[in-house]
């Protein structure tokens, strides 16, 4: 922090080998080291500055999903940074304490470039999110959770061959860039602030003794109150904060097979891996656990927008690498919202394959999913939502603070295969 204020944080993208598989040597891509990049934390209200250094072979950009930013720093296709070049964003942190993530966006090869292993987390902290008796001592019982599928040649070296219709499917689950991840966990309840970092892979989160947790956090920050739950599922992207009671019984949190299929017909769901299960994280329980305080009522207010103060309505149909017939275009701007207004989306997967819709800029409410409101676990702030086949989603999203005539924010799909093939599009806040 400098005497104005501002937060410096340097990162820089290059490339080296990791351990992921015990005993052997991967080339891989990271900030800061050779594999993901460091947890990036800073509090609403804080000005933050970054230089961000491309040692990398190739061009790359650095986009912070989930977090309310200037355009022009958003790190989508239009921030490129060449290769030997720097970039430096900053910004004034606004929007409530929650786990956000920041990862590369260049237009074509975003699928590569976080598969080779630049991502990283960045934690918002805000008055709400400190004053919440949550488990929150970082690394203790406050734990990040990338959760990455990958695929190895016999060699060791990252599989880039043969992608599915929904980008690379792994069959080795990376948990924070090992596998076998465990923990030792010397509390009684543990925070796991878990985000599904693949490229197409869905998880359907659940405990192997089938315990219960409590989700408390959705991708923009906290629930109105802790969801009692056995699975959370999520989409590539997605974030959920789960805590859960350990209390001297090991356990492993394990993606197990979707009951529903996700919503694909049987073949699909075969295909995509919804129906595949692996072990993500062994929770060892350490002897004599330090007490956690029992989970609060209430966590946070959500005022709830108002979709019928809607300026404009929108609808957006998604299908075969397209969003309403088109493929990105990175001159063409789709449309343009005002700024300090809100607005509906629709928002419908006409394919049989799965996708999900992720704005940048702003985190949306779920206003209903074919007509009915969301469940719990999706009535909170969200910046990524899966979209199975058919199922028509309301979205209320409203533009803040920061309008710009020149630099568009993107909504895509976040299976990055199809957001690299095109199932993306431009919108200017004005
Ligand atoms: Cu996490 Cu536009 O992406
Ligand atoms: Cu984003
Ligand atoms: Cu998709």
Redesign the pocket.
């Known amino acids: 922090t400098d005497a104005a204020g501002t937060r410096h944080f340097a990162l820089s993208a290059g490339a080296g080998n990791s351990e992921i598989l015990a005993g052997k040597s991967t080339a891989t891509w990271g900030f800061n080291g050779s594999m993901l990049g460091p947890t990036i934390r800073a509090r609403r209200g804080e000005s933050v500055a970054f230089t961000i250094d491309n040692d990398l072979p190739e061009a790359t950009t650095v986009?912070w999903?989930g977090m309310h930013v200037p355009a022009r720093f958003d790190g989508?296709p239009h921030q490129t940074i060449e290769l030997g070049a720097r970039w430096e964003p900053g910004w004034t942190v606004n929007q409530p304490g929650a786990t956000l993530?920041y990862?590369p966006?260049p237009h074509g090869s975003?699928e590569k470039h976080v598969y080779r292993g630049l991502a990283g987390l960045f934690l918002v902290d805000d008055e709400v999110t400190d004053a919440v008796d949550l488990p929150k001592t970082y690394g203790v019982d406050d734990i990040p959770l990338i959760i990455q599928d990958k695929r190895f040649t016999a060699d060791g070296a990252l599989d880039e061959s043969d992608p599915t219709d929904i980008g690379l499917l792994g069959d080795t689950i990376v948990t924070n860039g090992i596998t076998g991840a465990h923990l030792s966990v010397s509390t009684e309840k543990v925070r796991l602030r878990i985000l599904n970092g693949s490229s197409g892979r869905m998880y359907n989160l659940g405990f192997s003794d089938d315990r219960e947790f409590h989700l408390v956090a959705s991708d923009g920050g906290l629930l109105t109150a802790p969801v009692p739950l056995t699975r959370v599922r999520l989409s590539p992207?997605e974030r959920a904060e789960i805590v859960v009671a350990v209390n001297g019984s090991n356990t492993l949190l394990r993606a197990m097979p979707y009951e529903d299929n996700a919503g694909l017909d049987r073949g699909d769901a075969a295909a995509f891996g919804v129906q595949d299960s692996f072990d993500i994280l062994e929770l060892r329980a350490g002897k004599n656990p330090t007490a956690s305080a029992a989970l609060p009522a209430s966590l946070a207010t959500i005022a709830r927008l108002d979709p019928a103060a809607a300026a404009a309505e929108r609808s957006f149909e998604l299908q075969w690498f397209m969003i309403n017939g088109a493929q990105m275009d990175m001159n063409r701007i789709d449309f343009s919202p005002t700024v300090d207004t809100t607005e509906v989306w629709t928002v419908r997967n006409v394919d049989d394959w799965p996708h999900n819709f992720?704005v940048?800029d702003v985190q949306f409410q779920i206003i209903d999913i074919d007509g009915s409101p969301p469940p719990p676990a999706l009535a909170g702030w969200k910046d990524?939502v899966y979209t199975p086949p058919g199922v028509r989603f309301r979205l209320a999203l409203r533009f803040t603070e920061y309008s710009d005539p020149t630099y568009p924010y993107?909504y895509?799909c976040?299976l990055l295969l199809h957001?690299d093939q095109g199932m993306?599009g431009q919108f200017l806040v004005l």
């Open positions: 986009h999903h989508g993530w990862h966006h975003t992207g992720h940048h990524t993107m895509h976040h957001e993306m």
